[in-house]
């Protein structure tokens, strides 16, 4: 083989190399997740899937797979002030997911706080269930993908908890709440802009009524 087909064909695979790389890289925001304290746990116990009863801890939704296991149940644990979240439920509510979609709130990078912007969204939301004393509702809290796993969904649990927070101080019983998190799990969009994880950063209200 002459010298200059050898460099010709070494310089091409160098160059497939590279664009490979490229392609397999996204941004992934956070290399270190700042160390802290969170507020809730996982625990991982074995077994078949079963979610969880509606008489469990707090009556809190519970059950998910574990990731990359076919048995176990990841159990999100609530502090125990918050105890009588979700007291009354009793797993026969009709969801309505759609009632509270404009009032969808969304979160700063890394952040469980609520945004003075969205509080309005909330009051919103706190006078429909004030106004109407038979429904219950559901907060789901949501991350983008920066991040590790646990992190996110402990993350998750905190925003749907700051969002209680609020609902509680316009006035809406704490046992017609309930909470549960997904953390990375169920993003809005799959994109990797600043944009998509803005949308994915968010607390979504799930409406659940009587079923009779």
Known sequence: MKKGAFYHILALGV???VIVGCK???PVGLTNIPTMEPIVKTITVPGPV???SPGG???IPGGKPSPGTGGGTTIV???PENA???KNFNGSQVEDRDMFLAQMVHF???SSAVRPGDLPKVEIVAQYMIQNPTHSLLIEGHCDERGAEDYNLSLGERR???VVDELLRYGVGPDRLRTTSYGEKIPITNGITEADFAQNRRGEFVLLKPSN
Do not use: M, N, R, Y
Request: proline share 8%; no cysteine.
């Open 77 to 79: 644990e609530i502090p």
């Open 160 to 162: 749907a908890l700051a």
């Open 24 to 26: 397999s890289q996204k």
């Open 57 to 59: 801890t707090g009556g």
């Open 50 to 52: 079963q979610p969880l």
């Open 15 to 17: 160059v497939s190399i």
């Open 108 to 110: 700063e990078f890394d």
């Open 84 to 86: 009588d979240l979700g």
